[in-house]
C-alpha cells in the first residue's frame, strides 16, 4: 500500500480519524492539514482498530455516544442537555453498534454460505438451459434442413422423371419426322432422275428411245401428306403458399413458463453430498513452498494435476510424464503420435490425458496408453485447451496466418460455441499477425463457468461469461514484481473463484478475484514460471521454464 498523500512511500501508518494511509514523513502534513479534528495515528498493521463516532449534525464539534430510540438517530451530549431527547429511550452507540455489527455479520454469512451459493447455482442453471436451449435449437434447425432436403430430393427426382418422359415424346417424334424426311428425299432424287432422262430424251432423234421413257408425273402431283407433330404441355400446378406450409410441416408456438417455487435455498448444513458452496478460505500472508519435483526437461511449460498424489508434465520435447508428488518419483511415459512437442495438456473428468499439437493441427486424447484422434482442425492451430466442468472440451486456436484468434467448445469432437468477437465486433483476443511469432494463449474455466484466457500477446488475461460475453480484462498490477511488463503464461482457477496466473518476466503468479481485482503476488523464489495447475485441496503447482522444476505451493489457509 502507497501513501495517500504522496502516492510514492510504503504507507507505515494510518489516521483512524479520516481513514488515510500515511508514510512517516506525511504524517506532520496530515496533523497541519485540518487541526480541528482530533487525528489518531495507529501503525498501519493497527489500522481501523479506534472507534470511529460520528459528528452530530446539529452540533458541528461534538461526537455522538448515544443513540435515542424513539428517533432512531444518534445523539451528542449537548443533544441529551438540550432536552428535545427528554423522556425517550437511550442506549450507549457501542452497544447499538455491536448488535448492528452483530446483526450485519449474520446476514454476511447467511449472503455468504446460503443466498449467494444460490444465486450462483441458479445463474449456472440458466447459462446450462441457454447452451442446452442452442444446442435443441440447433437440432431444430438441422431437422428442418433435412426435410428441406428431402423435398427437394424428391422434386428433384420428379423433374427428372418429367424431362426424361420429355425426351422420350421428343426422340419419338423426331424419328417420325426423319423417316418421312427420308421419304420425301428418295422422292427426290427419283424426281431428279427422271428430269435427266427426260432432258436426253428431248434432245434425242431416236424415237425408239424416245417411245421408251414412261412419265411419272402424274405420281409425284399427289404430294405427300403434311406431318405436324403435336406437342406436349406443361401445365403446372398454381404453388399456394398456405398449402405448401401445410404439406412441408409447421412449428408449434414455444413460450416461457414462470415457477416461483422452481429454485430452492442452499442449505446451510454442508455436506460433500449436497455439492453446496465449498467453506470460504483466506489468503496466507506468506505462501510457504511444500516441495519441489525434478522433471528432466530441458525447458519445462506444462504442469496439471491428475490427483492430489500425481501430476502430469509436458516441456520441449515430444514427452508427456506422470509423477508422483510425493516421492516425485517417474510413473508414466507417453510420447506423442506424431513426434512432435505438445502444445498444452490437460486431464479430463474422467482422468484422460489430452493435448494439443500445434504443427499437427490436432487435439488428442490419452486412454490406457492409446492415443487417439479427437479433433483434427482446417485452417486453425490449436493451443491452449481445457476440460470443463459438465465435459466438454474448451481450445484456443490460431488461424494459419496467425491473424485471427478465438475459443472454441467440443463436445466430443463436435463444435459447440465458438467466441471470437466482442458486442462491437471487435476481436477479443490478440494474433500476431505473422506465420514465424507465436503468442502463447492458455485457457480454464472458473468455478463461476467464466472462460479465462491469458493472452501473452495482449499482455492481458481476458475473461468472458459461459455465453462468451466479455466481462473483463486484467493487464496486471502497479508495482510489478520485479517492474517488467505483465507477460501472463498459465492461468489456472481455485476453489475460490480466484484466477491464478503466471507472470513470466516478473517471476511470480497474480492472484485476481472472480471480479479481476487484484489480490496479491506469490514469489517464493520463483524462477520463468510457466504453467499452473491447482489440486482438491487448492494447493498451487508452478511449471519453472529454466529451473526443470515443479514447485508445489500452500498459499490459503
Same mark, same amino acid.
Given at each position: 500500500?502507497?501513501?495517500?498523500?504522496?502516492?510514492?512511500?510504503?504507507?507505515?501508518?494510518?489516521?483512524?480519524?479520516?481513514?488515510?494511509?500515511?508514510?512517516?514523513?506525511?504524517?506532520?502534513?496530515?496533523?497541519?492539514?485540518?487541526?480541528?479534528i482530533p487525528h489518531k495515528i495507529v501503525a498501519f498493521h493497527d489500522r481501523k482498530s479506534t472507534l470511529f463516532y460520528p459528528g452530530c449534525k446539529i452540533h458541528v464539534q461534538e461526537r455522538c455516544k448515544m443513540y435515542c430510540k424513539q428517533c432512531d438517530i444518534p445523539v451528542c451530549v449537548s443533544c441529551l442537555a438540550s432536552k428535545q431527547h427528554l423522556s425517550h429511550e437511550l442506549s450507549k452507540l457501542l452497544e447499538v453498534f455491536n448488535n448492528?455489527?452483530?446483526?450485519?455479520?449474520?446476514?454476511?454469512?447467511?449472503?455468504?454460505?446460503?443466498?449467494?451459493?444460490?444465486y450462483q447455482d441458479i445463474a449456472s442453471d440458466v447459462q446450462n438451459r441457454m447452451s442446452q436451449l442452442q444446442k435443441e435449437y440447433g437440432d431444430l434447425s438441422t431437422a428442418i434442413t433435412k426435410h428441406g432436403e428431402d423435398w427437394h430430393r424428391e422434386i428433384d !427426382?420428379?423433374?427428372?422423371?418429367?424431362?426424361?418422359?420429355?425426351?422420350?415424346?421428343?426422340?419419338?417424334?423426331?424419328?417420325?419426322?426423319?423417316?418421312?424426311?427420308? /421419304?420425301?428425299?428418295?422422292?427426290?432424287?427419283?424426281?431428279?432422275?427422271?428430269?435427266?432422262?427426260?432432258?436426253?430424251?428431248?434432245?434425242?432423234?431416236?424415237?425408239?428411245?424416245?417411245?421408251?421413257?414412261?412419265?411419272?408425273?402424274?405420281?409425284?402431283?399427289?404430294?405427300?401428306? !403434311?406431318?405436324? &407433330?403435336?406437342?406436349?404441355?406443361?401445365?403446372?400446378?398454381?404453388?399456394?403458399? =398456405?398449402?405448401?406450409?401445410?404439406?412441408?410441416?409447421?412449428?408449434?408456438?414455444?413460450?416461457?413458463?414462470?415457477? /416461483?417455487?422452481?429454485?430452492?435455498?442452499?442449505?446451510?448444513?454442508?455436506?460433500?453430498?449436497?455439492?453446496?458452496?465449498?467453506?470460504?478460505?483466506?489468503?496466507?500472508?506468506?505462501?510457504?513452498?511444500?516441495?519441489?519435483?525434478?522433471?528432466?526437461?530441458? /525447458?519445462?511449460?506444462?504442469?496439471?494435476?491428475?490427483?492430489?498424489?500425481?501430476?502430469?508434465?509436458?516441456?520441449?520435447?515430444?514427452?508427456?510424464?506422470?509423477?508422483?508428488?510425493?516421492?516425485?518419483?517417474?510413473?508414466?511415459?507417453?510420447?506423442?503420435?506424431?513426434?512432435?512437442?505438445?502444445?498444452?495438456?490437460?486431464?479430463?473428468?474422467?482422468?484422460?490425458?489430452?493435448?494439443?499439437?500445434?504443427?499437427?493441427?490436432?487435439?488428442?486424447?490419452?486412454?490406457?496408453?492409446?492415443?487417439? =484422434?479427437?479433433?483434427?482442425?482446417?485452417?486453425?492451430?490449436?493451443?491452449?485447451?481445457?476440460?470443463?466442468?459438465?465435459?466438454?472440451?474448451?481450445?484456443?486456436?490460431?488461424?494459419?496466418?496467425?491473424?485471427?484468434?478465438?475459443?472454441?467448445?467440443?463436445?466430443?469432437?463436435?463444435?459447440?460455441?465458438?467466441?471470437?468477437?466482442?458486442?462491437?465486433?471487435?476481436?477479443?483476443?490478440?494474433?500476431?499477425?505473422?506465420?514465424?511469432?507465436?503468442?502463447?494463449?492458455?485457457?480454464? /474455466?472458473?468455478?463461476?463457468?467464466?472462460?479465462?484466457?491469458?493472452?501473452?500477446?495482449?499482455?492481458?488475461?481476458?475473461?468472458?461469461?459461459?455465453?462468451?460475453?466479455?466481462?473483463?480484462?486484467?493487464?496486471?498490477?502497479? &508495482?510489478?514484481?520485479?517492474?517488467?511488463?505483465?507477460?501472463?503464461?498459465?492461468?489456472?482457477?481455485?476453489?475460490?473463484?480466484?484466477?491464478?496466473?503466471?507472470?513470466?518476466?516478473?517471476?511470480?503468479?497474480?492472484?485476481?478475484?472472480?471480479?479481476?481485482?487484484?489480490?496479491?503476488?506469490?514469489?517464493?523464489?520463483?524462477?520463468?514460471?510457466?504453467?499452473?495447475?491447482?489440486?482438491?485441496?487448492?494447493?498451487?503447482?508452478?511449471?519453472?521454464?529454466?529451473? !526443470?522444476?515443479? !514447485?508445489?505451493?500452500?498459499?490459503?489457509?
Amino acid at each position: 500500500m502507497r501513501c495517500d498523500l504522496c502516492k510514492t512511500a510504503v504507507a507505515q501508518m494510518h489516521c483512524d480519524t479520516c481513514l488515510v494511509n500515511l508514510c512517516t514523513a506525511c504524517v506532520g502534513k496530515h496533523f497541519s492539514a485540518d487541526l480541528s479534528i482530533p487525528h489518531k495515528i495507529v501503525a498501519f498493521h493497527d489500522r481501523k482498530s479506534t472507534l470511529f463516532y460520528p459528528g452530530c449534525k446539529i452540533h458541528v464539534q461534538e461526537r455522538c455516544k448515544m443513540y435515542c430510540k424513539q428517533c432512531d438517530i444518534p445523539v451528542c451530549v449537548s443533544c441529551l442537555a438540550s432536552k428535545q431527547h427528554l423522556s425517550h429511550e437511550l442506549s450507549k452507540l457501542l452497544e447499538v453498534f455491536n448488535n448492528k455489527k452483530e446483526m450485519i455479520k449474520k446476514e454476511q454469512n447467511e449472503l455468504n454460505d446460503t443466498i449467494y451459493p444460490t444465486y450462483q447455482d441458479i445463474a449456472s442453471d440458466v447459462q446450462n438451459r441457454m447452451s442446452q436451449l442452442q444446442k435443441e435449437y440447433g437440432d431444430l434447425s438441422t431437422a428442418i434442413t433435412k426435410h428441406g432436403e428431402d423435398w427437394h430430393r424428391e422434386i428433384d !427426382k420428379l423433374v427428372q422423371k418429367l424431362k426424361a418422359e420429355v425426351d422420350e415424346m421428343k426422340n419419338t417424334q423426331l424419328q417420325t419426322l426423319q423417316k418421312h424426311l427420308d /421419304e420425301i428425299m428418295k422422292k427426290i432424287s427419283d424426281i431428279k432422275e427422271e428430269i435427266d432422262l427426260m432432258e436426253i430424251a428431248t434432245d434425242t432423234n431416236d424415237l425408239s428411245k424416245l417411245f421408251n421413257i414412261t412419265s411419272s408425273v402424274d405420281i409425284y402431283r399427289n404430294l405427300p401428306n !403434311k406431318i405436324v &407433330p403435336s406437342l406436349p404441355k406443361f401445365i403446372p400446378e398454381k404453388i399456394q403458399k =398456405e398449402d405448401l406450409c401445410k404439406l412441408f410441416g409447421s412449428l408449434s408456438s414455444s413460450s416461457f413458463t414462470s415457477d /416461483e417455487h422452481g429454485y430452492s435455498m442452499k442449505t446451510t448444513q454442508k455436506s460433500p453430498e449436497a455439492g453446496s458452496s465449498p467453506p470460504v478460505k483466506q489468503l496466507l500472508d506468506e505462501p510457504e513452498t511444500v516441495t519441489t519435483i525434478d522433471t528432466g526437461y530441458r /525447458e519445462l511449460y506444462n504442469v496439471v494435476c491428475l490427483s492430489d498424489e500425481e501430476i502430469w508434465t509436458s516441456g520441449n520435447d515430444n514427452t508427456m510424464k506422470l509423477y508422483n508428488i510425493n516421492q516425485g518419483s517417474l510413473l508414466k511415459l507417453i510420447r506423442t503420435k506424431s513426434g512432435n512437442r505438445p502444445f498444452d495438456i490437460a486431464v479430463t473428468k474422467s482422468g484422460d490425458l489430452v493435448y494439443t499439437e500445434y504443427r499437427d493441427k490436432s487435439v488428442n486424447i490419452v486412454k490406457n496408453k492409446k492415443i487417439e =484422434e479427437v479433433i483434427r482442425l482446417q485452417n486453425w492451430l490449436p493451443q491452449g485447451v481445457c476440460s470443463t466442468s459438465s465435459g466438454d472440451l474448451l481450445v484456443i486456436m490460431n488461424s494459419d496466418d496467425n491473424i485471427q484468434t478465438k475459443v472454441v467448445r467440443y463436445f466430443g469432437s463436435t463444435e459447440k460455441q465458438t467466441i471470437q468477437f466482442d458486442d462491437q465486433g471487435k476481436p477479443l483476443y490478440s494474433s500476431s499477425g505473422s506465420i514465424f511469432i507465436i503468442e502463447y494463449q492458455n485457457i480454464i /474455466e472458473n468455478r463461476n463457468l467464466d472462460i479465462c484466457v491469458s493472452d501473452t500477446g495482449a499482455n492481458a488475461v481476458v475473461v468472458v461469461n459461459q455465453a462468451g460475453k466479455l466481462r473483463f480484462r486484467y493487464t496486471g498490477h502497479i &508495482p510489478a514484481a520485479k517492474n517488467e511488463s505483465f507477460r501472463p503464461l498459465g492461468i489456472t482457477t481455485d476453489s475460490q473463484s480466484h484466477i491464478l496466473t503466471a507472470d513470466c518476466d516478473n517471476d511470480c503468479v497474480h492472484i485476481i478475484d472472480q471480479n479481476g481485482q487484484f489480490l496479491r503476488y506469490i514469489n517464493c523464489g520463483l524462477c520463468v514460471t510457466w504453467g499452473l495447475c491447482i489440486d482438491t485441496n487448492d494447493n498451487l503447482f508452478v511449471a519453472q521454464c529454466g529451473k !526443470k522444476q515443479v !514447485k508445489k505451493i500452500k498459499y490459503l489457509q
